[in-house]
Nanobody, 126 residues
Framework: QVQLVESGGDLVQPGGSLRLSCAIS????????IGWFRQAPGKEREGVAC????????YYSQSVKGRFALFRDNSKNTIYLQMNSLKPEDTAVYYC???????????????????WGKGTLVTVSS
């Protein structure tokens, strides 16, 4: 059974940084694509960043490119999202999710992702 547990969400000031973690069990990172998604109040869930199991590349939405970085630690079966230069519009619940098929991940499409964590809240406010 695949399980994902996010952590690291917090209240941070604009311009600040935060690192989220997602610990995975039931599957190893080398066989599954995995990414971060977020959902702001009143908005649809959107893709933020994903790493493909096929080519190892990271894929980022335009809104976070250059500010966020996804990296993984295969030894801990954990992925991280380093978020820098945070903006109020980054406020959302952040989820990690797996994609055994890869195509949903690389196109940052939340529909079709296989397994989800429960999320962690990030609030960017002064």
């Amino acid at each position: 059974q695949v399980q994902l547990v996010e952590s690291g969400g917090d209240l941070v000031q604009p311009g600040g940084s935060l690192r989220l973690s997602c610990a995975i069990s039931g599957v190893t990172l080398d066989v599954v694509s995995i990414g971060w998604f977020r959902q702001a109040p009143g908005k649809e869930r959107e893709g933020v960043a994903c790493v493909s199991s096929r080519d190892g590349n990271g894929y980022y939405s335009q809104s976070v490119k250059g500010r966020f970085a996804l990296f993984r630690d295969n030894s801990k079966n954990t992925i991280y999202l380093q978020m820098n230069s945070l903006k109020p519009e980054d406020t959302a619940v952040y989820y990690c999710a797996t994609d055994f098929d890869d195509k949903n991940c690389i196109f940052l499409q939340p529909n079709g992702m296989d397994h989800w964590g429960k999320g962690t809240l990030v609030t960017v406010s002064s």
